[in-house]
């Protein structure tokens, strides 16, 4: 879906290039062939954004499967692409498109098929290898993922425009962090006035979390009215032409918080700051994990901290590379990842800082730009 004149205003998002990448992935690989059901990777690779659908990517051939739904809706969006012409489009139900990837592969130049193991189930996978016999199948892991993680600049701007998005609304809805009001109703604001705003969705399901809800890092938001001095953990995303952001902030209604809680505080936010200091082209996902796990470790809170510093962000919320500690991922530019450091106090509360940031040579460039103040 694109999102008024802001998103046709953006940078063309270079959906060939994209392709030819892939096959430069695949080439020299058990699997040179692939079949691509994963929808973000459908989207990533042709701009199809149908809830159904399938791609076959060979050497020098790529055929999009679709039902009768998305007859008009994928030519329309392969032509916006670019694509008319470079991928043939069959249309029809579930056989037709297994007959459509079949057909492509009956010259017999293919005898191993490889399959999104992460995206397809255990009876698909059997379907697949019947009707693909006697070309063998077998399981791939990451490969279009692998090409998601550096985002170039079309994908950047959209980014960059859901974080404005999500920065604009969190400005308008802070007003709202005072007794009484509930959690459910601040989640309900900020979703509303993202799309108000230009958002064609919320990224995941806004976190509302106030007082000892904070204490819970995916706590959904319920009635529970706002109390003076409660921590307010408040993490949420916009949607803009299929890219996310995300970000969090953590407030305190009434005033400054006192006593651990402002300790918390201190720490939590040192603790994010040395996580964005130690993102950079050539660092480990490990390395800007330990940035800030150290910290909160030597405040005494190791295990308040149970989860990974952030992970990649991009038609997905959560996508590679994960930012934590047994993360191998080397760091390069172009990447984006989230750098959301906590500590979560059981009875007390808790604090989540995070901001989405741009990889660069030398560090980075936060997407996200909502100021870190305490105070609701």
């Known amino acids: ?37 994963a929808l973000p990777n459908l989207r990533y690779l042709t701009g199809f954004t149908g809830s159904a659908g399938v791609l076959l990517v060979t050497g ?24 008319a012409g470079r991928v043939e489009l069959v249309v029809g139900g579930v056989p037709a498109q297994r007959d459509a990837v079949v057909g492509a592969l009956r010259d017999g130049a293919h005898p191993v098929v490889g399959l999104e193991a992460d995206h397809v ?17 077998v399981p791939t892991t990451g490969v279009v993922e692998a090409l998601r993680q550096v985002k170039e600049e079309g994908e950047l701007a959209r980014m ?52 000892p809800n904070a204490a819970k890092p995916h706590a959904r938001p319920g009635p529970r009215p706002l109390e003076a001095g ?22 305190c209604v009434g005033g400054d918080p006192t006593g651990t809680l402002a300790r918390v505080f201190a720490v939590v936010g040192a603790a994010q700051a040395a996580g964005v200091a130690a993102v950079r082209a ?12 150290r910290l909160i470790a030597e405040a005494g809170w190791a295990d308040a901290f149970e989860h990974g510093t ?35 106090l059981p009875g007390t509360g808790g604090v989540r800082i995070e901001d989405t940031v741009v990889v660069t040579e030398d560090g980075c460039r936060a997407l996200t730009a909502f100021p870190k103040d305490i105070a609701a």
């Not at 590379?321 to 530019?333: K, R």
């Open 1 to 37: 879906m694109t999102t008024g004149d802001g998103a046709r205003a953006m940078p063309a998002l270079r959906f060939g290039d994209r392709l030819a990448a892939l096959r430069r992935a695949l080439d020299g690989t058990e699997a040179p062939t692939l079949v691509v059901g």
């Open 60 to 83: 020098d051939r790529a055929v999009l499967a679709t039902d009768g739904r998305y007859r008009t809706q994928a030519a329309d969006q392969l032509d916006a692409a670019g694509l």
């Open 121 to 137: 189930t255990w009876a698909a996978q059997r379907r697949w290898a019947e009707v693909l016999a006697p070309a063998a199948v």
């Open 160 to 211: 960059g425009a859901a974080a404005a998005i999500a920065d604009a609304a969190l400005a308008e809805v802070r007003s709202l962090l005072v007794p009484g009001r509930r959690e459910d109703e601040v989640a309900l604001a900020l979703d509303t006035t993202m799309r108000r705003l230009g958002a064609e969705d919320r990224a995941f399901e806004t976190i509302v979390a106030s007082g």
């Open 230 to 251: 409660d921590p307010v953990v408040i993490d949420f995303g916009a949607v803009f032409d299929g890219y996310r952001s995300d970000m969090t902030r953590t407030f």
């Open 282 to 293: 050539g660092a480990a996902g490990s390395e800007v994990d330990g940035a800030a796990r």
């Open 310 to 344: 952030g992970h990649g962000v991009g038609l997905d919320i959560h996508e590679a590379p994960a930012v934590g500690p047994q993360s191998t991922a080397i760091l390069a530019p172009g990447v984006v990842v989230t750098v959301e450091p906590g500590v979560y």
